[in-house]
């Protein structure tokens, strides 16, 4: 009996493609971690539907091939950035510090006011959900260095939250400042829409069999965050063919998998309305692309997969304290959120996080029992034309610390 392929011996690795559908070459590739990863070519079947006397199927044939891909793992900062971005349909991009800033800090209730003497930062672009670091010579050693979560924005003041470590130290006015943005910053676009497509490959090292699918294009991106427990993240995938069956492995010497932590939901802050809350149980969304497999006459392989609207949806629970939540769906009152998660307690942690300028709750369902009162929210995301008081014009928006 020949040896059986172990999961544990399989490695995934993806490189983006220059023409859709085209295998990408074999340097350059990055192998990707994961929880699990499936890639499958499907066929359409077509079966006689014939009426015979002999009461038989008289036959089946095969039609249009596709791949259907899903890939499942624990979310870390800079691991997908590459379909955090393609999903929503723009490439991550670094975001320009600001410079020659005389800053003042002050406590403003739970938050802090970083407070700018002249220019805007409404101007500069700096938009609520991003994460932004502080250095100066004449800072003190608290407020230097130490990521602070971006929760309003008006031309001379942004009020910030503290994600982890220590408080920040009232003071000012200090010159020569730097705002930084570390990472990378990405949103839906409301033009130039980006069209990736990725090949993958799934190598058997242990059978030495290769699997290499083509024109893979992220259709869907899921996260989830228990109130105990590492964050999960789901991607879905649409693709064009299984290209290539090999020996050998297609990518040669592929990027080892990255290193960054993982996130575990008790390093983290979500912002309803501009607010923290405190007392989340659990929280999910999920980012769906439409798309539809372009199928042709005299063709077994799709011509296309075109992608359509992004359709942002999600669910959050709390300990029932008050009527706030509630109020937000009898009322229909439209909010942001903000979901920021890091990798540890240190002050400038890595993290990821997710903005969603404009949603709409769409429930307020309590339980019962004897124990804790818990109220569940579902919710849908919209897009944000009104682009004052600092918030993106989008549906989505996520900062990612490690994106390359």
């Known amino acids: ?4 392929a172990k999961g544990v011996s399989k490695q995934t690795s993806y490189k983006k493609e220059t023409t859709w559908g085209t295998a990408a070459g074999t340097s350059g590739g990055k192998q990707i971690r994961r929880v699990t990863s499936s890639f499958n070519l499907k066929k359409s079947v077509y079966e006689s539907a014939e009426i015979r006397t002999d009461y038989q199927v008289n036959d089946m044939r095969h039609g249009i091939r ?13 691991t997908y950035a590459d379909f955090m971005g393609s999903v929503p349909a723009k490439d991550f991009a670094s975001v320009s510090s600001i410079t020659g800033l005389s800053l003042t800090i002050t406590a403003s209730g739970d938050n802090w006011a970083v407070a700018r003497g002249t220019g805007s930062f409404v101007s500069d672009g700096v938009k609520v959900g991003q994460v932004v670091r502080l250095a100066a ?3 003190a050693a608290g407020n230097v260095g130490k990521n602070l979560l971006v929760a309003a924005v008006s031309a001379l003041t942004l ?3 503290v994600i982890n470590g220590s408080a920040m130290t009232a003071e000012g006015p200090v010159a020569s400042c730097t705002m930084s943005f570390p990472g990378k910053y990405t949103y839906a676009p409301t033009t130039g829409h980006a069209d990736d497509s990725y090949t993958f490959e ?16 992220a259709i869907s991106m899921a996260v989830s965050l228990p109130a105990t427990g590492l964050v999960t993240t789901d991607f879905g995938f649409m693709g064009k063919d299984l290209s290539v069956t090999n020996t050998t492995q297609y990518f040669s010497t592929p990027t080892a998998v990255g290193t960054t932590g993982a996130f575990a939901a008790v390093n983290g802050v979500l912002l309803v309305a501009g607010a923290p809350v405190a007392l989340v149980t659990s929280a999910d969304f999920t980012v769906d692309r439409a798309n539809e497999n372009a199928e042709v006459v005299g063709s077994n392989s799709i011509s296309d997969i075109s992608t359509g609207r992004i359709r942002v949806t999600g669910n959050f629970s709390t300990y029932f304290v008050d009527q706030t939540f509630r109020d937000y769906f ?9 979901l920021v998660m890091t990798t540890s307690e240190a002050n400038a942690a890595d993290f990821v996080s997710f903005t969603l300028p404009r949603i709409k709750v769409g429930s307020a369902d309590k339980n019962d029992g004897e124990g804790l009162i818990t109220q569940s929210h579902s919710f849908t995301a919209l897009l944000n034309s009104t682009v004052s008081a600092g918030l993106p014009n989008t549906t989505l928006a996520v900062h990612d610390s490690a994106a390359a």
């Open 1 to 4: 009996m020949g040896i059986i």
């Open 66 to 78: 596709s791949v259907e891909g899903s890939l499942n793992g624990e979310l870390s900062p800079g």
């Open 137 to 139: 010579a004449g800072l």
């Open 159 to 161: 009020t910030v939250v």
């Open 202 to 217: 799934e190598w058997y090292a242990d059978i030495e069999e290769s699997e290499v699918y083509t024109g893979n294009k």
């Open 330 to 338: 009898d009322d229909e009152t439209e909010v942001s959120m903000v």
